[in-house]
Nanobody, 122 residues
Framework: VQLVESGGGLVQAGGSLRLSCAAS????????MGWFRQAPGKEREFVAA????????YYADSVKGRFAISRDNAKNTVNLQMNSLKPEDTAVYYC????????????????WGQGTQVTVSS
């Protein structure tokens, strides 16, 4: 199984980035997908998740209204559109796959990508 993130980078506060995660080696439509992030010295935290069919989405309070998660089961991809970025959004962002039901606990996820750095300057 491979999950490969892309789209990270450096952006000014108030700007936008779109992260993508391409999955292979698994039956993608059987998995809920999540995005997590980890800043230096902090624990990995939940950002957003989407159900296996894409009908339900879930967000951390800190990103609600600014981030949007979506998936394309035909292309085996999941995206995270990030708007109105803040310096506190700076972190390595990871996509993860969990069989069937989503979770906001990172320990529940089965597969992980290598992460992509997002840096928001003030």
């Amino acid at each position: 199984v491979q999950l490969v993130e892309s789209g990270g980078g450096l952006v000014q506060a108030g700007g936008s980035l779109r992260l993508s995660c391409a999955a292979s080696g698994l039956t993608f439509s059987n998995y809920a997908m999540g995005w997590f992030r980890q800043a230096p010295g902090k624990e990995r935290e939940f950002v957003a998740a989407i159900s296996w069919r894409g009908g339900n989405t879930y967000y951390a309070d800190s990103v609600k209204g600014r981030f949007a998660i979506s998936r394309d089961n035909a292309k085996n991809t999941v995206n995270l559109q990030m708007n109105s970025l803040k310096p506190e959004d700076t972190a390595v962002y990871y996509c993860a796959a969990k069989a069937v039901m989503w979770s906001r606990r990172y320990v529940d996820y089965d597969y992980w990508g290598q992460g992509t750095q997002v840096t928001v300057s003030s």
